[in-house]
Structure formats: structure tokens, C-alpha cells
């Protein structure tokens, strides 16, 4: 059996984080003003309670759906209600620790590859996955109930519904100014709408139409698949079903693929009561990461991340001597952040807190 972790997959090219996704540690500069303004947005966009669930009646038919449409069992563990974080998944039974509570097949996951073919043929490596099923997304709710993923696409939180900051408003973004996440959030809509106007020309070039959809319509489109979507071996992937569970960043319940099975499972990480919300880690992320792609922070986040940076001025005639001390003596970054490039003159600090203030830090 080949069970491969969907997670901490380095990101494609730079935009749209993928849910657990392939996203680096960002760097966010914690001051006093910062923390307070991020936690009340935490507060605002995502109370952590764990109030008694409210039954989803608009949702009660999806998964007979998914599963009429997998032919096989996704889960007889799970059911979709509401909670103070919104859509979520809740225990139907006991569970208890090691059970497999969730099962979906590769052949109900939406991918790059549900391109109609003359499209894909069309845009080809212009764009990158993100992009690409962001257009799925596009299509499918454009044909409305004729789409044979409507009962999904319909379930997807529709435009003013999510938080990313790419959706910030200036006021907004001035409360995040100090961190990394302000010109990452400007970086990460210039590329967005890079790639907009490369599928825009591309279709008008072949006389096709794109002028059903806006760059409004294809931001929204892009954050959905940017925190919905795990990576796999066949690129990203939108899981029906499993994209309703939400994130906590204790836990050790992760979306894995497993190729001979051809699905993606869970399996549980510790005991539930009937009734009680099932939570798994997106990823590693620090409260930066989760603030851009997700629209939430936690308030006392284990892997918040701070960069530091040291500037050695070229003139200085030790140059050379102290860039090769910051090299001998720095601490490697974590085996999360491998594949990420950084400058010999940054290193990172993580760091978390707790109701007294600094709980732990380490290099």
C-alpha cells in the first residue's frame, strides 16, 4: 500500500494556497497592536466554541448524493451541520481513534483534468492548476442544475462569504501593514489577475468568450480552490465532503491519498461522541498563512512563525566572514519549509503564546 500524506506540498507558483496544502510558513512581524488586531479578526471571522450542532437541512441529501455518484460508501460517521465556524462535519456515532470516518473515491474529486478537452487543449501550461480549476469552478456553476456537480458547486460559500485578505478592503489591510502578509496579499492578487488576463487573451485569440465572468467572479473562484483543495499525486484536487471539516491545529488528522485504493481517507485521530465536531490539520500553518488563504488566525497558534532578518552591507570589509558565521551557526528551518528558498542572512523564530504571554520558543 502506498499512503501518501496530502500535505505541506510546496506551493505551485506562488498564489492561492492549497488547503493543507501546499503552503509555506509566511513570516508575520507580531507587535502588540498587530496581536491585539488579530485576534479580534480571529474572534470576528472564527469562534472556536463547541456549541451544540445545528442540523444542515439544505444539506441533508448530499452525501446520498456523493455516494450515489462514487457507488460506495464515503461515510457512515459523519454528518453535516452548523457551528460557530459555519458548514461543518459532526460525529453520527461514536469514533473512536484509529477509525477510518471518511472515504472518497478518486473518481468523485474534482481536478485540472474536468477541463472540457477543447479548453484544456487551449490553455495548456499557460496557468497552473490553481487556475485551471478555478475555470472548472467557473463552468460548472455557470450551467447551474445541468452541471452533474451542482448539488457540490452549489454548496460552496458564495462571493462575501469568505475572509481571505485579498478581499480586504484598505482600512482593513492597514491593521496587517507591520507583517509580511500586507505585500503578500498585494503580490498575491497581481497574480491572480496575471492570470486572468492570460486565459482571457488565450480564448479571445481562438475567438472564444470569455466575458461571462469577471475578475471578481475568477478571484472568488481561485480563494475557493486556494483553501479547499489538497495536492495528490495527479496535481490538485477538490474533495467533495471532506472540504466541510475544519481545521485545528492540535490535531494529527490529515487527508492522505492512498493510489492503490484509488482515495483519499481519514482516519481518526482521537475519540468523538455522537454529535461532537470532527476537526483535522489542514497543515503546519502559522496564523500569517492562515490569515491570507483562509480568512481566520487562532489565538495560541504552535507553529506561528516569525522571520528575522539580517542586513550585512556589502562594504563592510567583514562581509564575507559574517555571512559565513550567519551560515555555520544558523539553525536549519523545519523539515516543513525544506523546499522554500530563503536568503543566507534569514532565519526563523517559532513562536506561540498562551494566556500569560510567551509559551515557547525555539529556533
Not at 3 to 23: N, P, V
Not at 147 to 175: A, C, D, K, M
Not at 290 to 300: A, Q, R, T
Amino acid at each position: 500500500m502506498h499512503l501518501q500524506q496530502m500535505s505541506e506540498l510546496k506551493r505551485g507558483h506562488g498564489h492561492a494556497a492549497i488547503r493543507s496544502r501546499a503552503m509555506p510558513f509566511r513570516a508575520l512581524t507580531v507587535t502588540a497592536s498587530l496581536r491585539r488586531s488579530l485576534r479580534c479578526l480571529h474572534l470576528s471571522f472564527c469562534s472556536f466554541s463547541l456549541s451544540k450542532p445545528q442540523f444542515s437541512a439544505n444539506c441533508h441529501d448530499f452525501l446520498p448524493w456523493l455516494e450515489r455518484k462514487a457507488d460506495s460508501a464515503v461515510s457512515s460517521s459523519l454528518f453535516i451541520g452548523k457551528s460557530s465556524y459555519g458548514r461543518s462535519l459532526f460525529a453520527s456515532k461514536t469514533i473512536q481513534t484509529g477509525d477510518c470516518i471518511l472515504k472518497v473515491p478518486y473518481r468523485v474529486q474534482i481536478t485540472a483534468d474536468n477541463l472540457p478537452p477543447e479548453i484544456k487543449s487551449l490553455i495548456g501550461e499557460e496557468v497552473g492548476d490553481i487556475a485551471k480549476l478555478a475555470i472548472v469552478i467557473l463552468i460548472e456553476k455557470k450551467m447551474g442544475q445541468g452541471s452533474e456537480w451542482h448539488p457540490y458547486i452549489s454548496r460552496l460559500p458564495q462571493q462575501g462569504e469568505q475572509h481571505n485578505t485579498v478581499f480586504w478592503n484598505e482600512s482593513e489591510l492597514e491593521l496587517i501593514r507591520p507583517s509580511s502578509v500586507y505585500q503578500e496579499t498585494i503580490d498575491h492578487k497581481s497574480q491572480i489577475e496575471k492570470d486572468f488576463l492570460t486565459i482571457k487573451r488565450v480564448f479571445e485569440s481562438f475567438h472564444l468568450s470569455f466575458e461571462d465572468f469577471t475578475f471578481k467572479d475568477f478571484m472568488h473562484a481561485c480563494t475557493l480552490v486556494g483553501s479547499r483543495a489538497w495536492g495528490s499525486t495527479k496535481g490538485l484536487a477538490l474533495i467533495p465532503f471532506a472540504d466541510f471539516l475544519n481545521h485545528d491545529g492540535l490535531s494529527e488528522a490529515i487527508v492522505m491519498s492512498d493510489d492503490d485504493k484509488q482515495c483519499s481517507e481519514i482516519i481518526a485521530d482521537r475519540d468523538y461522541a455522537p454529535g461532537e465536531q470532527v476537526l483535522i490539520r489542514y497543515g503546519k500553518f502559522s496564523n500569517a498563512t492562515l490569515l491570507l488563504d483562509f480568512g481566520f488566525s487562532i489565538p495560541y497558534n504552535i507553529y506561528d512563525q516569525v522571520k528575522v532578518q539580517f542586513d550585512v552591507p556589502k562594504h563592510d570589509p567583514l562581509h564575507d566572514m559574517k555571512l559565513e558565521l550567519l551560515q555555520r551557526n544558523i539553525v536549519p528551518h523545519p523539515e516543513d519549509m525544506e523546499d522554500l528558498t530563503y536568503p543566507a542572512n534569514t532565519f526563523s523564530i517559532n513562536i506561540w503564546l498562551s494566556d500569560g504571554g510567551c509559551n515557547n520558543v525555539g529556533r
